[in-house]
């Protein structure tokens, strides 16, 4: 009789350590207080914060996967050899019965452990994937902002060409009769082409990087989030990631924009320096005409001065129709572009048609 007494007195005991070891960690996990990840549009915590509760959280795991895997294994192995196979109800002393119910108490309350463990470590995994998207999406929109303000001062700026340039234009012509000078100032045109193609690559290929880099980031991010989440994401969350994701999209759309916008001025800027050629060698043709006219004899037939006549001719009827005919009016993507775009290609369609009457008339 002592005997079974004594080892129910022992298993109680050790019940009974195994118990509060149990308890203080339940009421470990219930003095953690997380905030809610998903009800505030401000960030519930700080990224230190949640690295704090999550290196926290991972020891406490440690202890209870470890107490698991030797305190609990010991009582369970003994009640498994109590209750194994060849053994029967009737075999069992009210020391192995009381042993068992001892036993099974104690896996309930561990349960209760499982399951609160379990709930603390979805709603921590739940806010760490919160402040790991809201750290993507500043990063995101900064950037969006950012780029935006640069292609925006692009457009404005050294993209478009505009008619004040044409005063350049007619500086050029004051240089025709100084070689050298002539050079420096097709020189000159040249390399500020060089300058904007430059910009605009850069340009895209910054866009190009975020697309594959710091954009794929902030989606993935509030996919992981969204995943991760057993309910659906309140719209205060989705709404800024679909935002964020529509900046990117009428970006890419002022950037395929910018591409035009600067195909219109190389266009322009090659058929006004094609005008100011073809005017030159017609003034030039105009007066060796004017000369050969005073040495003409009858019956002469200067073949050469006719090829000229006719090659001016050819060179102004290309200007007029092909060269002047590949000069784009874009369209803008976004509504914001769209005024100052149309201001840009009237003034631009002024010019050009200014300059194909200039070129009729000189043929």
Known sequence: MRTWVEEVRVWFAEAERIRQWIEIRIEQLNSTTLPDPLATVELPASKEQV??????????????????????ARLRSHVKTLTGSGRADKDLSPADTTTIEITLTTLMTLDKLIHSLRKKSYDLQVLTERVLWEEEYVKAMAWLKETDSETDAFLNSSARWRAVEEHDDMDDQEAQAVPSLKRERLMAKEKQKEVIVQQLLTLERKMAEFDQGQFTKTVDSFQDLDNTSSVELPSHLESRQDACEQFFEDLMKR??????VVEQRLNVMDFLYQTDMVMEDALALQLDLSDAGLKARPG??????TARVQSMHERIVQLVTATAGRIPYPVPGLEMDKGPNAAANE?????????????????
């Open 51 to 72: 690295e704090l509760l999550n290196a926290s959280h991972s020891v406490l795991e440690k202890e209870i996967e470890a107490f698991d895997n030797e305190d609990m």
């Open 347 to 363: 003034e631009i369609s002024l010019v050009i048609t200014r300059k194909r009457n200039d070129l009729i008339s000189t043929s």
């Open 300 to 305: 002469d037939n200067d073949r050469e001065m």
């Open 255 to 260: 950037m395929a924009f910018a591409r035009n």
